[in-house]
């Protein structure tokens, strides 16, 4: 059991190392136009990145002052489109209904990226298609290959797969790292965190 600690620790900071500076700059960039185009940011996720989504609306609003929402706050409508419209098509009316426009953006947490072919994370799929046709941004921190999301992004972070036994744990781990960073970013950050 302590060699299974110790491992985890190691593949922490082996993808703390690895991560794309570069990739993460980017995504700081197209999240300051946003602000400066007072457009809004929808962050989508399923899963335990759903929950991640939630925490990072809180963070995107109170700390950079950037509108941000995430669709699975709101249960009773999730809920509703599932039951009436299905999973995969949860996310892309909720955006239509929200008029994503142009100068918005989709940020897509997740594990796998989506992916049409395998029938996973569909509805991540169609609010991509649903926000490149409206000509809304995409962004995402991803796992694995990216899947569909980073086929279809404007901007990604890949958090290293160095364990495919831990692939979830990490890259969820990291979805939170990598926006806490974000947030705290000079270009980002506007109000203080107390602590």
């Known amino acids: 059991m302590k060699n299974f600690t110790k491992q985890h620790l190691e593949e922490t900071a082996k993808i703390a190392l690895s991560l794309s500076v570069g990739d993460i700059e980017n995504i700081i960039s197209i999240l300051v136009q946003v602000r400066q185009n007072h457009g809004r940011l929808f962050i989508l996720g399923v899963g335990g990145s759903a929950a991640n989504a939630s925490h990072a609306v809180n963070d995107f609003r109170k700390l950079a002052n950037i509108e941000a929402y995430a669709p699975t706050d709101n249960v009773a409508e999730i809920s509703a489109r599932t039951n009436d419209d299905g999973w995969a098509n949860i996310f ?48 995402g921190i991803l796992g694995r290959d990216g899947g569909y999301t ?46």
């Open 92 to 139: 892309s009316p909720w955006l239509k209904t929200s008029n994503l426009g142009a100068d918005d953006c989709v940020f897509i947490l997740s594990v796998g990226g989506g992916s049409l072919e395998r029938q996973i994370s569909v509805n991540l799929c169609g609010a991509i298609d649903y926000a490149r046709s409206v000509g809304a941004k995409v962004i």
């Open 150 to 195: 980073a086929a279809n992004a404007d901007a990604i972070v890949l958090v290293p797969d160095v364990n495919e036994k831990s692939t979830t744990p990490h890259t969820e781990s990291f979805q939170e790292v990598i926006w806490h960073l974000m947030v705290s970013h000079p270009d980002l950050k506007i109000s203080s965190t107390t602590w």
